[in-house]
């Protein structure tokens, strides 16, 4: 994961930029997968 990619997922759930820098790569993914499943995003699933 590039870290443009990193700093958006992270400032995208409400993460300021050093905070983002300075948490654990789970940290921001797990509170990415939340984001999305307030705003209604499903996941793919492997069969389609």
Known sequence: ???AH???MGMACG???KETLLAY???ISDA???YL???G???K???D
């Open 15 to 17: 993460f300021s930029r």
């Open 41 to 43: 995003v499903k996941k």
């Open 6 to 8: 990193f700093l958006r």
């Open 1 to 3: 994961m590039k870290r």
């Open 25 to 27: 790569p789970g940290e």
């Open 37 to 39: 499943q307030a705003h």
């Open 45 to 47: 699933r492997e069969d």
């Open 32 to 34: 990415w997968e939340l």
